[in-house]
């Protein structure tokens, strides 16, 4: 009878063991009958493998955009998309890894760091691919993808360090960027005009190179997602109590020095008459604690919210009457167009980049020189009846610049 026990146990243990071993086989299984059907379907055309490669997966602009982008790419079945992140950390890791792709990881722990191990494992990755798609800029693994028959399409999203003093490293990488993106086989787009402009003069791409802006998408389905979970439901539900009546000035950001949330803070103070005001910041960043304090200083803790970071952002940007983003250099601004696409006014200032150009197609009064001009078109937006005339033209001007255009776009390309 005990030996009899304990081989049962011995079974269940042996069975629990082999079970993340079964799921990880099911889920291999299951992409190749995917790809399988997918050739198919579209009469055994071979559908091209595109390998997403990004840094990590922390809450951020880009790695949101690549989200969106792998999965509408797979479910239009033009590609099988897979993401690559090199340093496997950040918010947004779990939210790859949801997708039914393949997502590999490497162990980089710097943008100059040397780990053979994972350079090997990225080169067979690369060998693997028809189309490598790069989201940010690494010495090693940008050189080794030109070893490779695949080919390579360089996203610029704009990191130029705007705001941060050049280090010896960063002018180091700096140069041999600019060698790669003069190489004939790479194709490089960018999400605006406002960052083309910027990266040529910077990489000095006078010769004619492969290149093309397109702009960044939104996932208009994601706004008629109404899952959300149940710690961020309770919060939302507190806030919509608490900012009920309230004309609700805000922004959605990380807050980085580059975002300059600490501006819009110092504008709001500056207001007037704040009776019935409310400014709420969404996300969260390095500069919190420091922001959180100037608030206090200035004496708008019951003016002022601060969400921290949030899953389902357009649930609490649509308490907003009013969205503002004050960044000094913005190279494309998904947050600002999200603002749009439920129908809520932006204002931006005019060095923002690709914000200022986003708005000028629509509401060129809302781009501003300065923070005399940004108050003033609060003041406006405060005292102005919005209808539903005003609020269908963002939605629709804000719908030209979807996910499944992007994914369309770059197809031509891969």
Known sequence: MKIRRESSESALTSLRNIRPI???????????????????????????????????????????????????????????????????EGEYLQQFLSLNTSVHTLNLSSGLSMNAASFRKAYSLFKRADCLHFHFFHPVLCYLALFTSAKVVFTEHGNFGIGRKARLSDKVVVGLKKRFLKHPRIFITYNSESTARFAEKIYQLNAPTQSRVI????????????????????????????????????????????????????????????????????????????????????????????????????????????SIYPSEFETFGLAALESLALGIPALAYTNSGGIAEILRGLEPQDVVEDEEGLIKRIEYYQHKHEGQVERQARIRYARQFSIEGMAKKLETIY
């Not at 086989?25 to 995917?34: A, E, G, H, K, Y």
């Not at 300059?260 to 500069?287: C, M, P, S, V, Y």
């Open 215 to 322: 702009h960044n998408g939104l996932d208009f389905s994601s706004f008629t997602n109404t899952r959300i979970q149940q710690e961020e439901a309770a919060s939302l539900h507190e806030l919509t109590i608490r900012l009920k009546g309230r004309f609700v000035l805000g922004t959605s950001s990380r807050f980085a020095p580059v975002k300059r949330i600490d501006k819009l803070i110092r504008a709001f103070h500056k207001i007037q008459d704040k009776e019935g005001l409310a400014l709420l910041l969404i996300g969260d960043g390095t500069l919190m604690p420091e922001l959180q304090a100037l608030v206090k200083d200035l004496g708008l803790q019951d003016y002022v919210v601060f969400t921290g970071y949030v899953e389902s952002c357009h649930n609490f940007q649509s308490l907003m009457n009013l």
């Open 22 to 88: 079964i799921a990880a086989i099911s889920r291999t299984l299951n992409l190749r009958f995917q790809a399988w059907q997918i050739n198919w379907l579209r009469g055994d055309k071979k559908v091209k493998k595109v390998l997403h490669i990004v840094w990590n997966a922390k809450f951020g602009g880009i790695e949101k955009l690549v989200y969106d982008l792998v999965k509408a790419q797979n479910q239009e079945g033009t590609v099988q998309a897979e993401i690559l992140v090199a340093k496997p």
